[in-house]
């Protein structure tokens, strides 16, 4: 799997709790991926929710990716707020502490095998996440 966003960059950043520059803005961003079922066979539609949280204490941009295993196609993505996607990133701008921005995506199951789905979130504000833990999450089927 390749990560969508350069969580390493933060990660350098975050040397101890102390370590932001006075009047940077910090927030913990997350991303939670709800699978309505485990296992699928080829042809199969199946839609997946993708949310980014901004659990705060500061005001974020907020965008929200996925990818996608081999035996997965990607048939429709729905952005918060009815933003277009870009390919498979939804940007609807600036969360709030405490904002939710749902993202549906509609997938296609194409062969059998293992099938997984991945989401991240991430900033392209000047915001730094906190906690970069929880900016990734997965979801799995069995396809048989």
């Known amino acids: 799997m390749r990560p969508l966003f350069p969580i390493v960059a933060f990660t350098a950043l975050l040397v101890s709790s102390n370590a932001y520059p006075s009047g940077t803005p910090h ?41 996608l295993s081999s035996n997965l196609e990607v048939i429709g993505i729905r952005c918060a707020f009815n933003v277009s996607s870009d390919g498979d990133v939804c940007e609807p701008g600036v969360a709030n502490p405490g904002d939710h921005f749902p993202m549906k995506v ?20 000047d915001t730094i996440d906190v906690h970069n833990g929880n900016d990734c999450g997965y979801a799995y089927l069995q396809v048989r």
Request: hydrophobic share 45%.
């Open 27 to 67: 927030a913990d961003l997350s991303v939670h991926i709800f699978a309505p079922v485990t296992t699928a066979a080829p042809g199969d539609i199946i839609v997946f929710n993708v949310v980014g949280t901004n659990h705060g204490p500061s005001p974020s941009q907020l965008d929200t990716a996925v990818d």
């Open 106 to 125: 509609r997938v296609r199951v194409t062969a059998p095998g293992r099938a997984w789905i991945e989401g991240c979130v991430a900033s392209e504000g």
